[in-house]
């Protein structure tokens, strides 16, 4: 079974950005706003459980909709779950994983 997170995670086209902004959606939208700006369309979303449990509950666009790797949908993307992803990661991903984003966020207040 081919599992779409781990592409992601080694795509040779990933970059790693810092975000300092105030909200996890800030850092969301911060991912899909880079994404868009490269001419792609965000298909996926990766992150450890913490982190999806927070986007559930902090993002009233998402949806927990289970479906093959997927958990969840928010706006154009599929989320996907890997246990390996600090609770400081989230990886923005086109459908060919062409542009792979890993956006490192400020979640812990001594960074």
């Not at 979303?45 to 982190?51: E, L, Q, R, T």
């Not at 600090?86 to 400020?106: E, G, M, P, R």
């Amino acid at each position: 079974m081919k599992n779409t997170a781990t592409d992601i995670i080694y795509s040779k086209a990933r970059i790693s950005l810092p975000f300092k902004g105030q909200t996890l959606k800030d850092a969301l939208v911060f991912g899909f706003s880079y994404i868009e700006s490269e001419d792609h369309v965000v298909q996926y979303i990766v992150a450890n459980p913490n982190v999806l449990k927070k986007i559930f509950g902090e993002v009233p666009d998402s949806k927990l909709k289970i479906e093959g790797d997927s958990i969840g949908e928010l706006w154009t993307a599929k989320l996907l779950v890997h246990d390996r992803l600090s609770d400081s990661q989230v990886l923005f991903s086109n459908n060919t994983f062409s542009v792979v984003l890993n956006i490192y966020t400020n979640s812990n207040p001594e960074d």
